[in-house]
């Protein structure tokens, strides 16, 4: 028995094939951050440990692999909407900014958190600079990969509904 659901093709209780757009983020996300880790090709800036995320923000991020986290939601990001630049980056990973007795604004995030992440990437092949315009797109080495990792997090997935 083969079930199509979305781009997912099912046989039975395995799942064989998935995209990202068919896992949830936060999973998917989580998943590709630690092969980021593990595969210890990333390059990380030195002051990863110091900085915040954006003046919105008034500690640095607790968790040790933030950048690795923040270059795998770029990643996912930019498979699904191709072209994103510096700029789109900032106003995604921006917040309200408390300014005291007056209300709050947004502001963006960190540009050069943004553009870290998105060199870093390029470094190991998985965006690439837009052909076609500004902002980056995601290479085939990118593609397949996050596919291959939406697979496995489809397949972890099918079984724990299973059992």
Same mark, same amino acid.
């Given at each position: 028995? %083969? @079930?199509?659901?979305?781009?997912?093709?099912?046989?039975?209780?395995?799942?064989?094939?998935? @995209?990202?757009?068919?896992?949830?983020?936060?999973?998917?996300?989580?998943?590709?951050?630690? #092969? #980021?880790? *593990?595969?210890? *090709?990333?390059?990380?800036? *030195?002051?990863?440990?110091?900085?915040?995320?954006?003046?919105? *923000?008034? #500690?640095?991020?607790?968790?040790?692999?933030?950048?690795?986290?923040?270059?795998? $939601?770029?990643? &996912?990001?930019?498979? %699904?909407?191709?072209?994103?630049?510096?700029? $789109?980056?900032?106003?995604?990973?921006?917040?309200?900014?408390? &300014?005291?007795?007056?209300?709050?604004?947004?502001?963006?995030?960190?540009?050069? %958190? $943004?553009?870290? =992440?998105?060199?870093?990437?390029?470094?190991?092949?998985?965006?690439?600079?837009?052909?076609?315009?500004?902002?980056?797109?995601?290479?085939? @080495?990118?593609?397949?990969?996050?596919?291959?990792? =939406?697979?496995?997090? =489809?397949?972890?997935?099918?079984?724990?509904?299973?059992?």
């Amino acid at each position: 028995l %083969v @079930t199509l659901s979305g781009s997912k093709i099912i046989m039975g209780d395995e799942v064989l094939q998935a @995209t990202v757009k068919d896992v949830p983020a936060y999973l998917l996300i989580r998943e590709y951050a630690a #092969l #980021l880790k *593990k595969n210890g *090709k990333l390059k990380v800036p *030195k002051w990863v440990d110091i900085a915040k995320t954006g003046i919105h *923000k008034e #500690l640095p991020p607790m968790n040790r692999d933030w950048f690795y986290i923040r270059c795998a $939601a770029v990643a &996912r990001h930019i498979y %699904v909407r191709p072209g994103v630049g510096v700029g $789109a980056l900032t106003k995604v990973y921006g917040g309200a900014h408390d &300014r005291g007795t007056k209300p709050s604004r947004h502001i963006d995030g960190s540009s050069s %958190v $943004a553009r870290y =992440a998105l060199r870093s990437l390029e470094g190991i092949r998985v965006l690439d600079k837009n052909p076609n315009g500004g902002g980056r797109v995601i290479t085939d @080495t990118g593609r397949s990969d996050l596919d291959r990792i =939406a697979l496995q997090v =489809a397949q972890k997935i099918a079984a724990a509904e299973s059992a």
